[in-house]
């Protein structure tokens, strides 16, 4: 993948309980202009017929308008990820998009994602309390914590379990 000379940083992170024949690539096209004309972001779902279910998520690079996103899925404007799911077998698809504009200035272009064949499992991470965070170049610590309507002690609540969660 080349980015009009920036340095990137791809990954889909699979849920650890995933074999080899499960997994999720992301295809990205090899250029793309400042400003320019929308690009799509394919991925593609290898699950072998043993999976019952699959849940993807992607968090597209800051600043980028996601657009036309496939299968259902949806952007969700508060963690800025786009997400598809749950599929369930045996009607999960080979393949998920979505367009990308890129913006006038371009910072770089760096995804992160997720995907899961274990959605049970992964509703029970989240009600656990599984924390995501990302940490941009200025050292700052970016994770969703609730939505302004939450009350004050479970906001509290959850910003002191980041807190703690990345201080381990």
């Known amino acids: 993948m080349r980015s009009a000379g920036f340095v990137c940083g791809v990954c889909v992170a699979v849920a650890p309980s995933v074999s080899a024949a499960q997994s999720a690539v992301r295809d990205l096209p090899d250029t793309y202009e400042p400003g320019g004309p929308p690009v799509v972001v394919g991925i593609t779902i290898v699950s072998p017929g043993s999976v019952a ?3 993807v998520e992607d968090q597209p690079p800051l600043n980028w308008a996601v657009s036309s996103i496939s299968h259902s899925g949806f952007f969700d404007a508060q963690s800025r990820k786009v997400k598809w799911g749950p599929f369930f077998a045996p009607s999960i698809p ?3 998009s979505y367009e990308l504009a890129p913006p006038q200035t371009l910072s770089g ?8 064949f274990d959605v049970a499992r992964m509703v029970q991470e ?3 309390g599984k924390v995501e965070y990302r940490v941009d170049k200025a050292g700052i ?3 969703p914590v609730g939505k302004a309507s939450f009350p004050d002690a479970d906001l509290k609540e959850n910003i002191e379990s980041v807190i703690n969660h990345i201080v381990k």
């Open 141 to 143: 610590v970016h994770a």
């Open 126 to 128: 989240i009600k656990a």
């Open 53 to 55: 279910a699959v849940g």
């Open 94 to 96: 080979a393949t998920i």
């Open 109 to 116: 272009l760096c995804f992160s994602g997720t995907v899961s």
